[in-house]
Each structure stands twice: as structure tokens, then as C-alpha cells.
């Protein structure tokens, strides 16, 4: 296990007694109307400048203007006029006429905006529509609990946030909740060391129950609101558990031992389908936001997609055929993300010797980006509210990562960790992200910005999955 850094005082408390668990650490421009008319009688009416204004004409005047120079013609043609007369007639023309010389009268132009330019107009309205402010996002972890006897083990799947807001974290053999409303903190259950540890933790949707997996094979579910192990699922795997995933009430399970187990909580004989397709361990899991498509990923790097429609097909068969099998990861494949504003889109990242993250087309099975991250890619999210993805890493800057989507341009990197960042979990408002490191510590996260504002809840439609197991025997 990679050593964590504690301060001189928590070793010397340490060394003491065991430290608590889940304990804080350290406007448009101006155009004129074309119209020639107006409703507004007291509006100035500009019309076309180009059609002559009868009512706005002299016709005295243009009748002299028109016979004038004939009359001149004609005088020209007989007598010529003496120079006396000739400038008598120049001067009283220019007095009386007072040098016009247009017959026709039309228009004035269109007035210019006042004291308006169009950058002005332009400017006044950017300020009215003010432009979406960047959102700040803390370079700095909000709180930091310890989290002693974690298992620093990549493959394993160890946190995970409910939908009532409380945070379950497997600490070696003692699954912990840690209520987010209150900051209370509870254990759940205490496997003894030949089921122990635990290695894996994944709340039902419901928010009430909790499956926990075990290095033993076996799964336990348990009812948090009572504390009560409602049943223990045997002799479905060979080896440990490590991976977990809910899809309304069939839970899936994934083992060392390379399979995929769905399984019906509500009945008795609960497998139902199972998926063979990998030949290592099953260390990441993940059902779709539609719950018809499962992806899984192995230390075999190997990805898997299934369809649920091709198990509903093939029901005597036992086994399932995959959908896609996906080989381009050259490590282990770990971390798995479902978009949440595109159903058929996949992220997924590599271990350490591939640190790649990969996006692909679940429909047809194509790879659509692939990102070097440089590190190995523990664990992915994504933002429910903005296109952004969070990462966490391992070697060498233990960081936690966030990319713009899809341009994959980094927008920030969040260190504290001292340890690679082995798994992460997302608040039901979507908006703080915890994070538990190799470093024993958990870390809070305020990446994905402020909630929005809450909408009426519907009532949830499968609080009752687990009726039954008061008839269970």
C-alpha cells in the first residue's frame, strides 16, 4: 500500500489509537421604417426619397422654371437683349428664386439616430444580453476526512454516494456511511476476516439499501434505515466481487472469476442472465442512464458492451453473446462513464500503461476520440449540467482532472491527493464530487458548480423491490 503524509501530531496520535474514521483532516440598432404611411399621426412619415412630393411643390415656380429657358431660346433667335437687361433678369432671378433650380420636390432623408452610433447600439445591446461568466472552480479540496485501512487496490470499487445523500466507503473489513446532510457518521457492517475484506460498495437507486461485495464471493444486501442484512447472494462467483452495478431491481455483479451475474433481488432463485466474455478479473461496471445497455471492463483490457434485448432473446441459452467487443485499451479497463446528454455515448479510461481516455458509439461500436491523459485514468464522471468530464489519476501528480467536451481541453487540475485517486463519487445534485486516494484520505469537491434549482421529485418507482424478502426463507 503507497504510504500517505500525515502531519508529525497525526502519526504521534496514530501510533496511540486507531484514528476515527470519516474524521476531518487536517437592444437591436436603429432602423428607420420604409413604410410611406404611419399609424402615428404626430410620427414623422419619411416614405421613399425617391418618389416626387406633390403637395410639397410650388407649381408657379416650376411652371417658370419649365418656360423660362424656351423664352430665353426664343429671345436668342430675334433681338438680342442688352447687356443692362440681361443682368437685371440674372439678378432678379437669383432674389426671387433664390438660386432654385429643381422642378421636382421630394423627400427628406431619413433622419441619422441621434447622437447613436451603431457601435454604441451594438455595445447597449451586448450589455443587455450579458455573456454566461465562467464558472469558478476551487483549486482547493472543501473538507477532508481521514479514511484509515483503505485498500489500495485498483481493481476494487470501494465508494459511492446514494440518492439520500449519504456516502458509504468500505474501510478494510467496516463499510462507513457518512451522511452529507448532517456530517454524521455510521457503520453499517463488520465482515469477519474470512469473508473480508470488502471489496466492493454500490447503492440500489432507491437510496435505502446497499449491496456490499466480499473477497469471500459472497453479496450481502443490507437495509441502511434498520441496519438489518436482508439476504446474502452465495455461490454465484468463485472469487471476490469487485464490481457492483444497479439497474432497478437486478443487481450485477462482476468477479475475478471473469463473469457478469445479473441478479433479481425480488425472487429466490435470483440469476437470471449471465455474461461471459471476459477472462480476468471484472473491475469496472456500469449500466446505461436507459438501463438497455451494460458496459464492463476487465483486467484483460478488454470493454464489453451488452444489450439488454439480445439477453431477452436468447433466454434458454443461459449465456449471453456480447454486442460489442472492444480491444483498442492496452491496460486494464477500469473506469467507465455514461453520458448523461447522449444515451449511446461511452467514456472509458485505461490503466497505467495505456492512460488513455476513449469515447466511443455503443450503437455501432466506434471509437470516436482517444485522449493521453499521461497517467493511469482510475475513474471518470461526468458533469449532469454542463459537457464536462472529471477524471482522477494516479502517477505522478495524483490529480483529478476536468475536461471541456468535447474538445477535451483541460479546464482545471484539482492536487491534494498524494496518492493515486483510486475512486470517485458524485452528490445527488450532481454538482460535489468526493474523492478516496491511496493516501487514506477523502476529499470534497465543489467542481461541477452550484445545484440548480431543486424541481418536484417524482415518486420513486421501485421503493417496494424489496418487500419481499420478509417471505424469504
Request: net charge neutral; aromatic share 6%.
Amino acid at each position: 500500500m503507497d504510504a500517505g503524509s500525515h502531519s508529525i501530531s497525526s502519526e504521534k496520535s496514530r501510533a496511540a489509537a486507531p484514528r476515527p474514521p470519516l474524521q476531518e483532516a487536517g437592444s437591436r440598432p436603429y432602423m428607420p421604417s420604409l413604410s410611406t404611411g404611419s399609424r402615428n399621426p404626430s410620427a414623422k412619415c419619411y416614405g421613399d426619397r425617391f418618389i416626387p412630393d406633390r403637395s410639397a411643390m410650388d407649381m408657379d415656380m416650376a411652371h417658370y422654371l419649365l418656360t423660362e429657358p424656351r423664352k430665353d431660346k426664343e429671345n436668342a433667335a430675334g433681338v438680342a437683349a442688352s447687356p443692362s437687361k440681361e443682368a437685371y433678369r440674372r439678378l432678379l432671378a437669383e432674389k426671387l428664386l433664390n438660386n432654385r433650380t429643381r422642378i421636382l420636390a421630394f423627400r427628406n432623408k431619413p433622419p441619422e439616430p441621434e447622437n447613436v452610433s451603431f457601435a454604441d447600439a451594438a455595445s447597449s445591446n451586448l450589455q443587455a444580453k450579458p455573456a454566461k461568466q465562467r464558472r469558478h472552480i476551487p483549486q482547493s479540496a472543501e473538507r477532508t476526512l481521514d479514511a484509515p485501512e483503505l485498500v489500495d487496490d485498483y481493481y476494487l470499487n470501494l465508494l459511492d454516494w446514494g440518492s439520500n445523500n449519504v456516502l458509504s466507503i468500505a474501510l478494510g473489513d467496516t463499510v462507513y456511511l457518512w451522511d452529507a446532510s448532517s456530517g454524521s457518521t455510521s457503520e453499517l457492517v463488520t465482515v469477519d476476516e474470512d469473508s473480508g475484506p470488502i471489496t466492493s460498495v454500490s447503492w440500489a437507486p432507491d437510496g435505502r439499501h446497499i449491496a456490499v461485495g466480499l473477497n469471500s464471493s459472497d453479496v450481502q444486501l443490507w437495509d441502511t434505515s434498520s441496519n438489518r442484512l436482508l439476504r446474502t447472494l452465495r455461490g454465484v462467483h468463485e472469487a471476490r466481487v469487485g464490481s457492483l452495478a444497479w439497474n432497478n431491481s437486478i443487481l450485477t455483479t462482476g468477479s475475478m472469476d471473469g463473469k457478469i451475474v445479473n441478479n433479481d433481488v425480488r425472487i429466490r432463485n435470483h440469476v437470471v442472465q449471465t455474461y461471459e466474455g471476459h477472462n480476468q478479473e471484472v473491475c469496472g461496471l456500469k449500466w446505461s442512464g436507459s438501463g438497455q445497455q451494460l458496459a464492463s471492463g476487465g483486467n484483460d483490457n478488454l470493454l464489453h458492451i451488452w444489450d439488454v434485448s439480445m439477453a431477452s432473446s436468447m433466454p434458454s441459452a443461459g449465456r449471453n453473446q456480447w454486442l460489442h467487443r472492444l480491444e483498442d485499451h492496452t491496460a486494464a479497463v477500469k473506469a467507465l462513464a455514461w453520458c448523461p446528454f447522449q444515451s449511446n455515448l461511452l467514456a472509458t479510461g485505461g490503466g497505467g500503461s495505456d492512460r488513455c481516455i476513449k469515447f466511443w458509439n455503443t450503437h455501432t461500436g466506434a471509437c470516436l476520440n482517444s485522449v493521453d491523459t499521461g497517467s493511469q485514468v482510475c475513474a471518470l464522471l461526468w458533469n449532469k449540467n454542463e459537457r464536462e468530464l472529471l477524471s482522477s489519476h494516479g502517477f505522478t501528480q495524483n490529480q483529478l482532472t476536468l475536461w471541456k467536451y468535447p474538445s477535451m481541453v483541460k479546464m482545471a487540475e484539482l492536487t491534494g491527493h498524494t496518492s493515486r485517486v483510486l475512486f470517485m463519487a458524485q452528490s445527488p445534485d450532481g454538482c460535489t464530487v468526493a474523492s478516496a486516494a491511496a493516501d487514506e484520505t477523502l476529499r470534497f469537491w465543489n467542481v461541477f458548480g452550484a445545484p440548480e434549482a431543486p424541481k418536484p421529485a417524482a415518486k420513486a418507482s421501485h421503493t417496494g423491490m424489496f418487500n419481499s424478502f420478509n417471505h424469504i426463507r
